[in-house]
């Protein structure tokens, strides 16, 4: 089974909710199944963002799954990054071969149509397909952690304290990038 239909298989084994099969239409217009999950930190690769989103889904659920529901375990880390849709483009730049000499290889960089910040646009972006609970919107909005920038270190801890989905789901999201690599 390939990324993209263990991806779907996920899904549909695990989110009921009304929506769902829009947002999974939706994302066949979309170049989700396809894009990296970043432009060269983890998952810079032709179907990272889908390879990265099933890593944080399998480390959630084993680290959570006695304490959620496997529709918002599933819902949260599959769809924690969908604000890089449309994310990146693929450009043009010299290197140095093996050899020595200087080729055109592609490499990934960021094309923000939508500057609207990372999990507030997930959420946003979710929010026009399916209904998320405020702990799943919470745990979303807050899963980079303090990788946001410490304006929003008071607001983290907050939200940590109140909504600890938000804190796991970062930590999923920490050992995808850091430890599965």
Known sequence: MN??????????NNITRNGIDDLLSALEKTDFYIAPASTRFHDSCKEGLVIHSIKVYNILREDCSSKYSSETLAVVS????????????????????????????????????????????????????????????????????????????????????????ALHLHFADMKATYLKE
């Open 3 to 12: 990324n993209k239909d263990t991806f779907i298989e996920l899904v549909k």
């Open 78 to 165: 599959l769809f924690h990054d969908i604000c890089k849709l449309g994310y990146y483009k693929t450009e043009l730049r010299n290197n140095k071969n093996e050899q020595g000499k200087w080729e055109k290889v592609p490499y990934y960089t960021v094309d923000d149509k939508f500057a609207y910040g990372h999990g507030e646009k997930s959420v946003f972006m979710l929010m026009s397909d399916i209904e998320l609970t405020v702990e799943e919107a919470t745990a979303i909005r807050f899963h980079m952690g303090a990788y946001e920038g410490q304006q929003i270190w008071s607001t983290l801890a907050t939200a940590y304290g109140q909504c600890p989905l």
